[in-house]
Nanobody
């Protein structure tokens, strides 16, 4: 079982930056792929970014590509999402998630591929 706690959300003006963190405990985070998703009010949860267990492969939704960077520090059991050039449409509750398969070389894009979820951190971008 992996417990995940997100932090780093907040209110920022358009064009600004935030860095989200996802602290993991109680499991095998360092051997598992992770992802970030977001959900805006009245909308479905959507994929944002994914990274494999070793951190050498990642991918992004087209809407954030070139602006967001996913990374991880397995020594600290922590994942990150650096968000630059934020837009009002990035406003959402952001979740990190972990896939339970150890040492999988795959990237995962669907919420159903993830087994553990945090409670989310709110990001609000004002225009």
């Amino acid at each position: 079982q992996v417990q995940l706690v997100e932090s780093g959300g907040g209110l920022v003006q358009a064009g600004g930056s935030l860095r989200l963190s996802c602290a993991a405990s109680g499991g095998t985070f360092r051997r598992c792929a992770m992802g970030w998703f977001r959900q805006a009010p009245g909308k479905e949860r959507e994929f944002v970014a994914t990274i494999n267990w070793s951190g050498d492969m990642s991918d992004y939704a087209d809407s954030v590509k070139g602006r967001f960077t996913i990374s991880r520090d397995n020594a600290k059991n922590t994942g990150y999402l650096q968000m630059n050039s934020l837009k009002p449409e990035d406003t959402a509750l952001y979740y990190c998630a972990v896939n339970r398969l150890s040492y999988s070389g795959d990237l995962y894009y669907r919420s159903g591929h993830y087994d553990y979820w945090g409670q989310g951190t709110q990001v609000t971008v004002s225009s």
